[in-house]
């Protein structure tokens, strides 16, 4: 995303950051992840970028694992300024052989014995700084193991900490500079004493202070943001009934008052009764008053003929900002010679931090895995800082992270809890051609199925669920008589960040009892199906 876009300024401009450098790991998120849960800040950036793109300087930082081969000639590798920028560094797994094969491409090999899964480490003492590491560990731990590729050599200036039976040099430490490397991965939950290690890396060497939390991100990200837009200029927000976009109203409410406009769109694939309902419950738990845009023709007609999931959420992005540009003109007229008479210069959105890193694209290891609504879904005036400018509070945020807020904040705790709901809707829950019938049939099955999940005193236990649609046909029959009728895929997961997600393990009496209700109360459906994929390989959401 362009630089010209504005952005209200980021938390590591004021808390101590840990920056980690993402090689590619399906594990590099959850780093980040464990030391926020630690109560200290971190951020992800991919492992191209260069020091000199940074507005700030890191405290320490965190190479991640990858699945590259150092040695390969198109391998990744960190812009060696970082390693001259006199911080704390540790590598993990791949991280670790980055470290070495940087000094000399002979510390690095092809393992003959590759490791992966469980493995116990024991480590070595030295009675130095080195020891800063496993200090107050135990000197045998379990952790968890995932290379095939090992260091062949002590890296010279390095003394071993750790080793396993395999690995020798299962964690070194350089003897004069805080420049640490461990095989393992201390980040995944198969690591038990991970986190204690991650918070010696951050508090005892780094100097981290363990002072992230949401009391005093929420009374910082007030401020600059009162600071950021004036005390004149107005913002329109796009709300979806979501916890992220309501969360992040309640957030510019509580800024800026009456100069915040919150807005919903209804681009027609919207759930049953969501604008109602969404209207109904900001202004009776928030006090916002919201302005409902019924625009569902112009989405739907713009939909049609449209199968790839890309052009969806291209189509639906750029249709609305124009929507959202036409109502700040609406808002600036109505304000005229009042106390809030002023231009609507921002756009408000809900975009956290999971939104981010999976929209990142870069030549390396990690590949986009879709255009996030949020962040990709632009139009290009945006992004070259034309028309309205983007804020976006939540930006650094994780899932949890946002419903801690909403409850400092105050917000009731049906609104913390509610499941996701994408800004594109239900079109990115249908594969295939968005059309007015297959909207309803997807509408009406999502509604039983949440209603059913409502009703089994489910729905706190699983983070997100809906009913999609696949647009291929299945033979059924019905009354004797043979029918085709479209696939309704179920999806509910559990998950506490969002990167990755595990299926919810519903009784199969439950899905049985769901899907009878749906092929009998929907018209056009033949099969329901149970999505039962974890995240990865599949995303959460079918497109």
């Known amino acids: 995303m362009s630089a010209t876009i504005e952005q209200a300024e980021a938390p590591h401009q004021t808390f101590d950051t840990l920056l980690v450098l993402d090689f590619g790991s399906q594990y590099s998120h959850l780093i980040t992840r464990c030391l926020r849960g630690l109560s200290l800040y971190s951020e992800m950036l991919p492992c191209t970028t260069k020091l000199s793109e940074l507005s700030f300087k890191p405290k320490g930082i965190i190479l991640s694992g990858g699945p590259y081969s150092v040695y390969d000639a198109d391998a990744p590798?960190?812009?060696p300024a970082f390693f001259d920028l006199g911080v704390p560094i540790l590598g993990v797994c791949y991280g670790m052989q980055e470290i070495a094969w940087r000094l000399s491409k002979e510390n690095v090999a092809r393992s003959n014995e590759r490791e992966y899964g469980q493995a116990h480490i024991v480590s070595q003492r030295h009675n130095s700084p080195v020891d800063r590491l496993f200090e107050g560990l135990d000197d045998a731990m379990q952790v968890w193991?995932?290379?095939?590729?090992?260091l062949n050599q002590l890296p010279e200036g390095f003394c071993t900490i750790a080793t396993t039976q395999n690995s020798p040099f299962a964690g070194i430490a350089h003897k004069e500079k805080p420049v640490f490397g461990i095989q393992f991965h201390p980040e995944v939950t198969h690591t038990p004493r991970g986190k204690d290690l991650l918070r010696n890396f951050a508090v005892r060497i780094c100097g981290a202070k363990a002072n992230w939390s949401m009391s005093n991100f929420c009374d910082q990200e007030i401020s600059r943001i009162r600071n950021l837009v004036g005390p004149k200029a107005q913002v329109i927000g796009a709300v979806s009934g979501g916890v992220d976009s309501t969360v992040?109203?309640?957030l510019l409410k509580e800024a800026i008052g009456s100069r915040f406009h919150a807005?919903?769109?209804?681009?027609?694939?919207m759930r049953l009764n969501e604008c109602q309902q969404v209207k109904q419950t900001l202004a009776e738990h928030l006090g916002i008053s919201l302005t409902v845009v019924d625009a569902s023709k112009r989405f739907l007609d713009g939909l049609k003929g449209t199968e790839d999931p890309e052009k969806k959420r291209k189509f639906i992005g750029n249709t609305f900002i124009d929507i959202f540009e036409e109502e700040a003109l609406k808002i600036e007229k109505q304000a005229e010679n009042t106390p809030n008479a002023g231009k609507v210069e921002w756009f408000l959105q809900g975009t956290l931090y999971p939104d981010v890193i999976e929209s990142i694209s870069f030549k390396g290891p990690s590949q986009t895995i879709k255009t996030h609504h949020n962040v990709g879904g632009l139009p290009q005036r945006m992004i070259d800082g034309q028309g309205l400018k983007l804020i976006e509070p939540l930006r650094e945020l994780f899932k949890d992270e946002v419903r801690q807020l909403g409850r400092q904040l105050g917000v009731h705790e049906d609104l913390v809890m509610r499941h996701p709901f994408p800004g594109p809707g239900i079109a990115i829950r249908i594969i295939g051609e968005v059309t007015p019938d297959r909207v309803r049939i997807a509408r009406q099955a999502?509604?039983?199925f949440i209603g059913m999940i409502r009703e089994a005193g489910l729905y706190n236990e699983i983070?997100?669920?809906y009913a999609g649609l696949d647009t291929n046909k299945a033979v059924?029959?019905?009354?004797?008589?043979r029918q085709e009728g479209y696939i309704i895929i179920l999806r509910a997961v559990r998950t506490t960040d969002f990167m990755t997600a595990e299926a919810y393990p519903f009784s199969m009496d439950f899905l049985m009892n769901v899907s009878r209700r749906i092929v009998n109360e929907v018209d056009g459906v033949a099969l329901v199906t149970y999505n039962v994929t974890s995240k990865p390989p599949s995303t959460i959401e079918l497109q």
Do not use: E, F, W
Request: hydrophobic share 40%.
């Open 145 to 150: 193991m995932s290379h095939g590729d090992k």
């Open 77 to 79: 590798h960190a812009d």
């Open 263 to 269: 807005v919903l769109v209804d681009n027609g694939v």
């Open 463 to 465: 983070s997100q669920a």
């Open 248 to 250: 992040a109203a309640k």
């Open 446 to 448: 999502d509604h039983i």
């Open 476 to 481: 059924g029959v019905m009354g004797d008589q």
